[in-house]
């Protein structure tokens, strides 16, 4: 079954700590997003990408960084310079080639700084 | 600065009534709308879209409108059912294909 499988569901991080979120996907997307949802706040862009070995900031990337080695895989780092990490972290990817198409997304990693 | 922009946080219908949803974004170059539905601890699911040669699309129960001129669409769910209770989230997006989403709207369908 084709899909988006994020890990893990839950993550706890001392305070100052890097962390790495997980994102594959076998749909054969081009296009990979991360966005953090807070309470009132929806859905806000961190990172995306639209080819392999590329990506650009979205509207709160301060504190986190990507890669995008592999079409399939865009991992994310909660750095130690991200001021307020503990959210819901959710991924998703789409057609890149077909912008006007939907993006799937993955269950969510919450995350929270103790 | 948001761009877009759901001003209702939340919603309340009895089952069986229209459910409205609204969302308001500011920049014309938009040109590809979606609606999402999530429920706790999961991620979003896609609900139907809209692109901005069209201003009507349905699929079912839902039905999306487009108003250009007023940078407005709305989500309409008839007849509204409990299992509808979640936030809806619009998204909006461009060829560069960054998707933009609002601050979602919970909607609760009364039984």
């Known amino acids: 079954d084709g899909g988006i499988t994020q890990s893990p569901k839950y993550l706890f991080r001392k305070e100052g700590q890097n962390v790495t979120l997980s994102c594959e996907q076998n749909l054969n997307h081009d296009a990979m997003y991360w966005y953090r949802q807070d309470p009132g706040q929806g859905l806000r862009l961190i990172y995306y990408s639209q080819i392999v070995n590329d990506f650009q900031k979205g509207d709160i990337a301060e504190g986190y960084s990507v890669s995008r080695e592999k079409k399939e895989s865009f991992p994310l780092t909660v750095t130690s310079a991200q001021k307020n990490p503990t959210a819901f972290y959710l991924c998703a990817s789409s057609y890149g080639d077909s912008w006007w198409t939907e993006a799937f997304f993955g269950q969510g990693t919450r995350l929270t700084v103790v | ?111």
Not at chain 2, 61 to 78: D, E, G, P
Request: aromatic share 12%; glycine share 6%.
């Open chain 2, 1 to 111: 600065d948001q761009q877009v922009k759901q001003n209702s946080p939340s919603l309340s219908v009895q089952e069986g009534r229209i459910s409205i949803l609204n969302c308001d974004y500011t920049n014309s170059m938009f040109d590809y709308f979606l609606w999402y539905k999530k429920y706790p601890a999961e991620g979003p699911t896609f609900l139907i879209s809209i692109s901005s040669i069209k201003d009507k699309n349905e699929d079912g129960r839902f039905t999306v409108f487009l108003n250009k001129s007023a940078k407005h669409l709305s989500l309409h769910i008839v007849p509204s059912q409990p299992g509808d209770s979640a936030v809806y989230f619009c998204a909006v997006t461009a060829s560069t294909g960054k998707l933009i989403f609002g601050q979602g709207t919970t909607l609760q369908v009364k039984p």
